[in-house]
């Protein structure tokens, strides 16, 4: 699986800006850890903020792209006087290798990272193929 580079990489470390959301807020690049386990891999990507009905992961083309958008939450039967944290919008996307199997993926959300396991595909082994003389 490849990272796939964007405008944000040029962008300071921890969260590079890509643009500007269609709500004016600022489109960013989130972190993201990639790990490997024994049946797959697992993306770990950091979305404060954002809720699970707020997060939008679509696969085109062998190109995972994961979609996220945060807002100001006040407890209940209070008013948000003032937010400090600034909603926003996050975007990654990833190139996926034809060894992950793209019907398995599943993704969950919690405390504000997104955990996507990628499972890989089964293969079939080798195997040595005879040629006949004739």
């Known amino acids: 699986m490849n990272d796939e580079r964007s ?6 470390a921890m969260q590079g800006q890509l643009a500007e959301s269609d709500r004016g807020a600022p489109v960013l690049r989130p972190i993201a850890d990639i790990v490997e386990t024994g049946n ?29 958008r945060s807002r100001a939450h006040a407890p209940e039967g209070y008013d948000l006087v003032q937010a400090e944290y600034e909603r926003s919008d996050y975007e990654r996307s990833f190139a996926l290798g034809r060894d992950i199997d793209e019907g398995s993926i599943a993704a969950e ?5 997104l955990t996507l ?14 040629v006949k003389d004739g």
Request: hydrophobic content about 35%; aromatic content about 0%.
């Open 7 to 12: 405008p944000a990489d040029n962008a300071p």
């Open 40 to 68: 797959g891999i697992s993306v770990q990507i950091e979305m404060p903020g954002v809720s699970p009905e707020d997060v939008d992961i679509s696969v085109d083309d062998r190109m995972l792209t994961v979609r996220g």
């Open 109 to 113: 959300m919690r405390e504000g990272v």
């Open 117 to 130: 396991l990628l499972p890989m595909t089964e293969t079939t082994p080798p195997r040595k193929i005879a």
